[in-house]
């Protein structure tokens, strides 16, 4: 195939995303007002639809990098996009109860530049508007898809939600400064991260009716990317922008077990013996633990293997050719700034 | 119909209870144990299986009287008690997910006599296994039951979870002593108990294939079962043993909005007022509040109207004789000790 350059690939990325947005947008803001207040007030504010009191707002929405997996794994079987469009809003609102419960647990006060539900609301609250995502997310799946469809689609995204908390349980777990290693690490970001990608893949190919060895393949090429997606993520939280990302770089100060300092800490370098006693401690001076986990090569590794695991997400596509646009999406995940 | 006594429709009902349990466990155990660790280790000491380390212990599990509901139910439309299991676990799933996220919202610390799951585990662990419990309730009803009739039951089941969530925020705020008059009372139960009671009995008469009218008798059938439940329940947190229930009888002391508390307010007599005082001040004398409250009238009124529930739940079924267990299930709810 013909390779995009990194900047027309990008552009393209950016025009799938919004272009799937938009078409998800309408499901999404159905599904969200037909829950009753303030339920409803609650997740439009956590969209970005509205401000705190209903009002219509412009705040930034999420990346809908996941529905656009599902529509764009659709458009590779040979599906039109709007066959895929309600599972790919079931999966934009799975992945919003999970982001609604990870914010909670992770005490997290930011997202999208703005309060989190939690702070906002309290903890209740957004539990409550977590949970009924969740049914919601089934319950446009079961009602707009074909019921043979809807079965397989809802036995695969509650799988996915299962192997989400498990790697959220792990997640909690090296939040504390406790030891991980690199295999750990992966098995989590596989669970968090890894499932739902793999998942808004492989129900994009079942909406096309692709054979059940399709339906993997994709599965296995949103998994690949969900691992490369997490890795960068991980970079950001060190040395993201907040004004770009819209949330604080405080992985480092919170003593998170994040891949670059997985990465370092297993390197057994001199960098990575002072970064281990730093994290020992209760506080972390992040500018120079920044600077111990560079040095001791977990920024580059993290780097270099989100690159590795596009490589292979893009070796599960049996025609890259025909799925260009999940490429595009691929290399968006190894390459963003948010 | 000959009406069975109080005594000999009792001990029917604990029959059915007991019979249901046991036909419902293999199947909950297979769907609990299916998790990965440690939700699987949480979720089996929720149920009463295991202590903390995973031996086996011989703690109170739950009443199952949802489950039973929807064999009930199912038997009542002239299936066999196997074809409903299914519905069966799926909704006393939904029902676990449920407590354990209301144990975190209303810092409950005691169930079934034991540490509720977020004292042992933490909360974010405690919020997983819920959502995790959630996320298998509809994957066995998908993966069990046939396609149509799945369809249809995971609609019901998600529609009952979202009235469950604006139940559940209504009930967090009557919990403070913020004051709510018995139609606020009732809709907040409809949703919190109510709902899934309804489901509980719908998704039974569903795995019978039913028409649409029986579905919807057994649903209302089962919300006003429900709603006299709750009524008793609230009796309970006053009067209850902890001995007897699993759980304190503290209701008064946390200035809850409980039924017999409202309608007590609503009397008009002088102990009202001298409640309503009390409930405004941050500490409330128990025994004091709960004479006031049956002064008042709030634990007869209570009383009765749980029975006049219970009437009118009866009164839903086109045929009580067919529904004779259904009946004890009903007389069991306004009648419980625990």
């Excluded at 990194?6 to 159905?30: G, H, N, Y």
């Excluded at 647990?105 to 009924?132: I, N």
């Excluded at 001791?296 to 646009?325: C, F, K, M, N, Y």
Aim: hydrophobic fraction near 45%; charged fraction near 20%.
């Amino acid at each position: 195939m013909v390779e995009l350059s990194p900047a027309s690939s990008r552009r393209r990325a950016d025009e799938i995303l919004t272009s799937v947005r938009q078409m998800c947008d309408p499901l999404l803001r159905e599904a969200v007002t037909s829950l009753p207040d303030p339920l409803c007030l609650m997740g439009g504010y956590h969209f970005g639809w509205w401000d705190v009191t209903g009002a219509p707002t412009l705040a930034a929405s999420g990346k809908s990098l996941r529905p656009a997996l599902t529509v764009c794994a659709a458009v590779a079987c040979g599906a039109a996009p709007h066959t895929a469009l309600s599972a790919a809003a079931a999966v934009e609102l799975v992945h919003n109860f999970t982001l609604l419960h990870d914010d909670i647990m992770d005490a997290d006060r930011a997202r999208r530049g703005r309060p989190t539900v939690w702070t906002v609301w309290g903890t209740a609250d957004a539990m409550l508007l977590g949970d009924a995502l969740h049914a919601l997310a089934v319950r446009v799946l079961v009602t707009d898809l074909p019921t043979h469809i809807a079965t397989s689609a809802v036995a695969r995204l509650e799988r996915a939600v299962i192997e989400m908390c498990r790697g959220q349980h792990e997640d909690c777990l090296f939040g504390n400064g406790r030891r991980a290693h690199v295999a750990d690490y992966a098995r989590m970001a596989m669970g968090k991260t890894g499932s739902l990608m793999g998942c808004a893949c492989a129900l994009g190919a079942l909406c096309a009716k692709a054979d059940v060895a399709t339906v993997a393949a994709m599965d296995t090429f949103g998994r690949e990317l969900g691992m490369a997606f997490q890795f960068v993520d991980d970079l950001m939280g060190i040395w993201g922008d907040p004004a770009v990302t819209g949330k604080p770089a405080d992985d480092l100060t919170h003593r998170h077990m994040s891949l670059p300092v997985v990465a370092a800490l297993d390197s057994g370098t001199s960098a990575a013996r002072e970064l281990a006693t730093m994290y020992r401690t209760a506080s972390v001076d992040a500018a120079r633990a920044a600077a111990l986990v560079e040095s001791a090569g977990g920024r580059q590794w993290t780097q270099q293997h989100a690159e590795q695991r596009v490589r292979e997400a893009i070796a599960a596509l049996s025609d890259p050719i025909a799925a260009e646009d999940l490429v595009a999406l691929a290399h968006l995940a190894s390459r963003r700034d948010k």
